[in-house]
Structure formats: C-alpha cells, structure tokens
C-alpha cells in the first residue's frame, strides 16, 4: 500500500516519521500524477486556509476531493480535520474544503496558540494506556451526523472522529512518540476500506 502525505504545509517529515514506524513507507506528495499514484494520503496540521489555497495553486485540489469522495482512505490531523470537513465554524470568507466527513467543526475552538495543551485520551479501537494528544489552535467537533463515530473527546467536545473511510483528530499524534493513531489508520481505517473494495 502506497501512503502518501499531503506536503503543502505543515508536519509533513513527523507523519512519515511516524508512518514509517508501523512499517509503513510513506512519501511526501503535492503534484497530481503522485496523488493519483497513492493508495491512502495523510492531511497534517498547518493552516487549513492556506493549504486549501496552496492546494489550488497546485492545482490538485479537485483531485483530492474527488479520491476523498471516491473512498481514498485519509486521515487528517488538526488543519487535516477541517479540510476534511462538510462544514466549518469560524472561518474566513471564502475558506474552501475537500469535504467528505459529514461533521461541523469549529477552528481555533481551544484558543490561541498560547492555550496549547496536551492530555491524556482514551481511544476507541487504540487499547492499552490512553493516547497523548497534543493540541495546538486545535478545532473540536460541534456536531456530527448518523455515519460518524466519536473516538475521542474532551470535555464532551469530540476530538477524534471517524466517517468510513475518513478519519480526523483535533490533535497532533504525530509530534509525539506514540505511533497509535497512525497504526490504527493503517491497520483499521485503510485495510477495512480495502475488504470492501473502495481502495
């Protein structure tokens, strides 16, 4: 399975670090012909307006939201849950997503950078200790609808979701040591998508 990161903006050498650690070699990715080639994509955290509009200006936009839409597997980590989105609360005239997660998301929903924390999560589907999430201008989920599920909260504000073929964390796994989110994407999200054909 080819697992490409969206290299645009953001943490693009920790997700394939952290790929990378559950066997996984993944490769950074920006022009049609290598988003076309992959079998899954990773959406860092960064800025969710200005990837949207450097995902123009590559001029890979559509297709991204035309393999979303298709059933790629994704997953999209802060920015990546916003882009991933159907709706957004907060945002700036104009801001554009690839859509797919039937979810509304609020941006900057834990503050400014200056209000970044970290916390101790329980995870559907990732046993053992629970999941250090680092959260940085992080949004959350207001709401979403029938198909998703709530993974994670805090404070009753879902914080990791997933939608079939899609998932999204508010936070950042990949700035940590622990490689479970990446490995239950990869070993979960991708290889059911996979048995029902939409890979």
Known sequence: MKVGVLALQGDVREHIRALGDCGVVAQAVRRDSEIRAVDALVIPGGE?????KLARSFGVFEIIAERIASGMPVYGS?????LLSNHVLDAI??????GG???TVRRNAFGRQVDSFEVDLDFIGITGVPVKAVFIRAPWVESVGSNVQVLASVDNHPVAIRQNHILATSFHPELTADNRVHRYFIEVVCKESMKVGVV
């Open 93 to 98: 005239e104009g801001q554009e997503t690839f």
């Open 101 to 103: 997660l039937d979810a």
């Open 48 to 52: 969710s307006t200005t990837i949207a």
């Open 78 to 82: 802060c920015a990546g849950m916003i």
